[in-house]
C-alpha cells in the first residue's frame, strides 16, 4: 500500500514539510509495511519557496533589500536550475510580509520586491516565479515599478514616495529608464486572486482591511492607486487595472502585469512543479490538510485543488486539518473520503496550538486505522 502525504503548512503552527512527516510518523505507527511518502505543497503564498527548494534540490540565497517599512532586511529567494534555464523564486512575503510591517499601512511601499527583482536581473535569471500571498502593503505596486526605474513625479517633476500617501501627489509616470533586462523576462505570478485593482471588488475595499486599512481611509487610497492605473494603463495600451488578478497583494499584481507577467493560480503550479500527478499513478491514497478547512477551502484552497488531481486519478483523498468549519464538512464530503481535524475528541484549540506535531501525529493514527479498516473492507468484497 503506497500512501501520498500532500499538506498545505499549518500556517502558524507547522511547515508544510513538518505537518507531513507529522502525519507520517502517525501513519506508520498503525501500518508499519506501507509505503509512505512525504510532498509537501503550497498554493503561492508563504512557504512556497521552501517547498520548492525541498522538491528540486534549487539554491537558497538571500539578498539585502528594504522591506515594507524601508528598513533593510536580508530577503530570502530561491535559484532552481532546470535544462531551459535558471528560474528565480520570489515570495512578496520575504519582502513585505504582514507579520513584520510596523509602520502605517499608508507609507509601506513593494520596493523591496522590485530590488530583488533586479538581483536576480543583475544574475542572469530571466524566468520568475513570484509568490503574492501574505502582503502588507497596499501601493498599486508602485514601490516595486520605482524599483526598476519607472519614475513617479509630481506635478513639478520630483519624485514621490511610492505608497498610498505619496500616490495622493503623483501626476505624470516616466517609464523612460524601465529596466530593458524586463522585456526578455518571462514573469508568472502566482495567485488565486481575480480580483481588479481598484472598485468596490479591488485591492483596496476588499483586501485593505486586512493590511490596516480604515475604513475611512479606503476611498482615498483607491482614487490615488485609480489614477496611477489610468497613467500606467495608457502607457501599456490597454485596460491591465481591469485584468484579473491586478488587485493581487494590494496592487502588486497588476505592477508585475504591466511588466509582462502571466497570472496563475499557485495551487496549480506548485502542483505541476512538485510533479503530483506522475506521483499519484502509483498510490492507493493520498492525505492532504491544511491548518483550517472552511467555506474559503471549497472556492480552491490547495486541499481541493489536490483533491481534484487525486479524484483524476482515482484515487481516493483523505482531509486532515487543524480544524474543520462545522457547516462545510457535508460539502467537503463529497471531495473528500474522509474528513479528520486535530481540534476534537478531546483536544482544544488551546492543546492543537502548543504541541501542534504531537496532536497531528496522534490524528495521524486516527486516520492510519481508519484507512486500515477501509482496506480490509475493500479486500473482502474483492474476494
Known amino acids: 500500500m503506497k500512501i501520498l502525504i500532500a499538506p498545505d503548512s499549518f500556517k502558524g503552527t507547522l511547515s508544510a514539510l513538518e505537518a507531513a512527516r507529522a502525519i507520517e510518523i502517525g501513519i506508520q505507527r498503525v501500518l508499519p509495511d506501507a509505503i509512505t511518502q512525504c510532498l509537501p505543497l503550497a498554493d503561492g503564498g508563504e512557504g512556497t519557496l521552501d517547498v520548492l527548494l525541498f522538491a528540486t534540490q534549487g539554491e537558497r540565497k538571500t539578498a539585502r533589500v528594504t522591506d515594507a517599512n524601508g528598513d533593510l532586511i536580508e530577503a530570502r529567494y530561491g535559484l532552481l536550475n532546470e535544462a531551459q534555464g535558471t528560474t528565480a523564486v520570489l515570495e512578496a512575503a520575504q519582502v513585505v510580509g504582514l507579520a513584520e510591517a510596523q509602520i502605517d499601512v499608508a507609507e509601506r511601499t513593494t520596493r523591496g520586491l522590485g530590488e530583488l527583482l533586479r538581483v536576480c536581473l543583475d544574475q542572469g535569471v530571466r524566468r520568475f516565479l513570484i509568490g503574492l500571498g501574505g502582503s502588507s502593503t497596499n501601493d498599486g505596486g508602485a514601490g516595486l515599478l520605482a524599483a526598476v526605474g519607472v519614475r513617479l513625479l509630481d506635478a513639478f517633476g520630483n519624485t514621490i514616495a511610492p505608497s498610498p500617501q505619496g500616490l ?82 494590494g496592487g502588486l499584481g497588476y505592477a508585475l502585469m504591466l511588466l509582462g507577467a502571466k497570472r496563475r493560480p499557485g495551487a496549480e503550479v506548485v502542483c505541476e512543479w512538485m510533479q503530483l500527478d506522475a506521483r499519484l499513478r502509483d498510490a492507493d491514497w493520498l492525505i492532504t490538510g491544511e491548518g483550517k478547512s472552511d467555506a474559503q477551502t471549497l472556492h480552491g484552497k490547495l486541499p481541493l485543488v489536490v483533491a481534484n488531481h487525486a479524484q483524476a486519478a482515482q484515487v481516493p483523498a483523505i482531509l486532515l486539518s487543524g480544524d474543520i468549519e462545522a457547516a462545510c464538512r457535508s460539502a467537503l464530503g463529497k471531495k473528500f473520503v474522509g474528513c479528520f481535524s486535530v481540534i476534537g475528541e478531546g483536544v482544544t484549540h488551546a492543546e492543537a496550538l502548543r504541541a501542534p506535531a504531537r496532536w497531528l501525529t496522534e490524528r495521524g493514527v486516527t486516520v492510519a486505522n481508519w484507512i486500515s479498516r477501509s482496506y480490509s473492507s475493500s479486500e473482502s468484497n474483492a474476494e
Open 168 to 249: 495622493a501627489a503623483l501626476d505624470r509616470v516616466d517609464f523612460s529608464a524601465l529596466d530593458a533586462r524586463l522585456a526578455a523576462c518571462d514573469i508568472t505570478v502566482l495567485t488565486d486572486v481575480d480580483h481588479p485593482l481598484c472598485g468596490l471588488t479591488g485591492a483596496t475595499a476588499v483586501f485593505g482591511p486586512q493590511k490596516g486599512v480604515l475604513p475611512e481611509q479606503v476611498a482615498a487610497f483607491d482614487t490615488a492607486i485609480a489614477h496611477l492605473a489610468r497613467l500606467c494603463d495608457a502607457w501599456a495600451g490597454s485596460a491591465v487595472s481591469q485584468q484579473a488578478g491586478a488587485g493581487a497583494a
